[in-house]
């Protein structure tokens, strides 16, 4: 079954990379284990052999947001409207924002400006406007306090 169609020509590209991430996180809301989820991700569009080497920028994400996610969500939560609960955000909006929050706060191998400027470009491909506006208002928030 495919969640997402993959149109992307920069295959393996940090974007594609932080891409195929995102579809990890959304299908791991519906269970199972990194690996798989990563593995899944990573091979599906590829028509590559199921032992395929995942690249470390892939696992370092998944691994690090579901490590964080307790975390994240705390986070995440905190800087939401009143009134607005992290089970309110659609699945995609919330794994959206826990992969951009970890990069942002998490991942210092990554600039916090690209990694706000990567997800929002994401956002807009698997969400409508409304949705990647609100992504960049809160993690905006967390990229000024940061300063």
């Not at 594609?16 to 899944?40: H, I, P, W």
């Not at 091979?43 to 975390?71: H, M, W």
């Not at 309110?88 to 942002?104: A, C, F, V």
Request: proline fraction near 1%.
């Amino acid at each position: 079954m495919r969640i997402f169609l993959m149109t992307n020509v920069f295959v393996d590209s940090r974007r594609d990379l932080r891409e195929r991430a995102f579809q990890a996180l959304f299908s791991l809301e519906f269970g199972g284990d990194n690996l798989t989820a990563a593995r899944f991700a990573y091979t599906y569009d590829k028509n590559e052999e199921e032992e395929a080497e995942l690249p470390l920028f892939l696992l370092t994400l998944i691994q690090g947001v579901s490590d964080c996610r307790r975390e994240i969500d705390k986070n995440i939560s905190n800087h939401l409207k009143s009134g607005w609960t992290l089970s309110r955000l659609t699945l995609i909006d919330k794994s959206l924002l826990r992969l951009g929050l970890y990069e942002i706060k998490y991942h210092k191998e990554t600039p916090e400006r690209v990694a706000l400027n990567e997800i929002i470009e994401i956002a807009k491909k698997y969400s409508d406007e409304k949705s990647s506006k609100f992504i960049n208002g809160v993690l905006s928030q967390f990229v000024l306090e940061r300063k």
